[in-house]
């Protein structure tokens, strides 16, 4: 994190408007200034923090009828829902644990060999053609194939289509299937026919027409994309997963839609979508308190800002005021976390680093945040976890979780 930065959620600290997170950020950093003695800041820069912090914890303790004390003798577990940074890494990268710090005991570390490292995952995908060809996209360039009337290009981490002649897409004409697929560890980038550009998360597939026939344009997602859909009134945008059918007619929008989650959501940027629930599957599980879907056809219409969640066995929700950072950033590069437990983060692990995640204990009801970059090893994240004694053990693809 810059110095720029810091000093924006120290003004924010300052005049109470910062998050649990950003408090305790501010505040483990003035542990852990005051125990080693020495910071990237200048004295006088010091000084200021102190005098913030200080003004503010005072001012906290006197409206609750106690007494102020020195900043350095307060007690961090009466902080609620205390978090703690576990690590500080390169700009704009950081991690926390959202819990009290648990009581200080006695205890003897064991030394662990350090495990060999993971490189992040890359642009690379596969197309599979109607005829049931296969071609590695990322190692294929120009002009790739000749599909129902497009032309398909291929360059740089993208693969597009584009009509071959006039008459392309007119009512009446076969309509022929392209999948591009994504496995684990890769990303890619697509431009439809009409121009809708889409980008597949890891693990992740696309289905859709060369061209688009008919009286509407449909495509069939698995997996993770985000959508920047081209407009076009008169034949709207229908994507369908295993549980949504989504209607757009020009519009931004990210679907989650991976089978190993326990919900499908859809994000709207900006635009309007319509989304309803196209079936059923059989995973279990809680909504917990978002708003249920005023709608008995379990059809929602969803507002910039907006989320549509669904999850098996329940009625389709909408939340109101989603993290659209945290929605958005796969797609950013990041790898973003609020209030998230150690499985959830472990997936998302799995589908970027290509690994199959194991579990040698019972995992504790931690809850972490953070983001850091998915350009780093995977051994950047497991030291930020290390930190708080999450621990790991790495066998060719297999990462094991042995806290």
């Known amino acids: 994190m810059d110095k720029q930065s810091f000093f924006r959620i120290l003004d924010k600290y300052q005049d109470g408007t910062a998050s649990a997170a950003e408090k305790a950020l501010i505040e483990e950093y003035y542990r852990r200034l005051e125990k080693a003695g020495n910071t990237d800041l200048s004295a006088e820069e010091e000084a200021a923090v102190k005098e913030v912090m200080y003004s503010q914890i005072a001012a906290s303790l006197w409206a609750g009828g106690n007494k102020a004390i020195p900043i350095r003798k307060i007690n961090y577990r009466l902080v609620a829902a205390a978090a703690v940074i576990l690590a500080v890494i390169g700009a704009g990268s950081y991690f926390w644990l959202l819990k009290e710090p648990p009581t200080t005991t006695a205890s003897t570390k064991t030394t662990k060999a350090k495990p060999h490292d ?86 992740s597939s696309l289905r859709f027409p060369t061209a688009f026939t008919g009286e ?42 991976y089978s190993d989650e326990e919900t499908v959501k859809t994000t709207l940027l900006e635009g309007s979508v319509k989304v309803r629930q196209s079936a059923v599957d059989n995973r279990q599980s809680s909504i917990g308190n978002r708003q249920p879907a005023k709608n008995d056809h379990q059809q929602v219409i969803l507002r910039p800002g907006e989320q549509a969640v669904m999850a098996t066995n329940s009625p389709l929700t909408i939340d109101h005021s989603p993290d659209i950072e945290q929605v958005m950033a796969w797609k950013n590069g990041w790898f973003e976390f609020d209030d998230t437990d150690i499985k959830t983060i472990m997936r998302q692990i799995s589908r970027w680093y290509d690994v199959d995640i194991k579990y040698e204990t019972k995992t504790a009801n931690e809850k972490y945040g953070g983001r850091i970059s ?30």
């Open 118 to 203: 993971l490189p992040p995952g890359r642009d690379a995908a596969v197309l599979t053609l109607a005829d049931g060809r296969t071609i590695i996209l990322d190692s294929a360039s120009g002009t790739i194939s000749q599909q129902g009337g497009a032309t398909v290009i291929n360059i740089k981490g993208m693969v597009s289509y584009s009509s071959s002649s006039p008459a392309a897409g007119a009512s009446g004409e076969a309509v022929v299937y392209n999948k591009v697929s994504t496995a684990r560890g890769n990303q890619y980038q697509l431009i439809l026919a009409d121009g809708t550009k889409v980008w597949l998360n890891s693990a």
């Open 216 to 257: 509407k344009r449909e495509v069939e997602l698995d997996g993770e994309g985000y959508f920047e859909v081209a407009k076009n009134t008169r034949k709207p945008f229908h994507v369908k997963t295993r549980t949504q059918h989504i209607e757009v007619l020009g519009t931004h929008f990210n679907v989650n839609a």
């Open 374 to 403: 998915r350009n780093l090893n995977l051994s950047n994240i497991l030291k930020m976890l290390e930190n708080y004694g999450v621990h790991f053990k790495l066998e060719g693809k297999t990462l094991t979780v042995i806290r």
